[in-house]
């Protein structure tokens, strides 16, 4: 005798950075070494010497990409990030975490990278 049934449910999901609304533009740029652990969305500017290094959301200083996996700066010299086309607006971060705000995601569509 043989019994048949169900003993659970598995369900897998890959979190993703960019989406597949729009061809992306991927690129690498340095980073500073000792800015710590980096996940990825997080929405990055330029800083000192052209590296890159993740978005406070200020205004006067536009973002240039979005961190597309978690970078350890102290491991690596440079991360890939989109440059243009779309990203997850829930993966999106600012430096420290915090999500961006309306004004913040106008600033990233302005500089070519488009949240959905």
Not at 22 to 33: F, Y
Not at 51 to 62: A, F, Q
Request: glycine share 18%; net charge negative; with cysteine.
């Amino acid at each position: 005798m043989s019994f048949d049934g169900k003993i659970g449910r598995l369900a897998t999901q890959e979190k993703t950075i960019v989406t597949g609304d729009h061809p992306a533009v991927l690129l690498s740029g340095r980073i500073d070494p000792g800015t710590g652990i980096w996940p990825g969305g997080t929405i990055l500017t330029r800083g000192e010497g052209g590296m890159l290094t993740p978005w406070g959301g200020e205004m006067g200083l536009p973002p240039v990409g979005v961190l597309i996996d978690e970078t350890d700066a102290a491991s690596v010299g440079a991360a890939v990030y989109l440059a243009h086309g779309t990203v997850a607006l829930t993966a999106l971060r600012l430096a420290g975490g915090a999500a961006p705000n309306g004004q913040q995601i106008y600033a990233l569509a302005c500089a070519g990278i488009y949240a959905v």
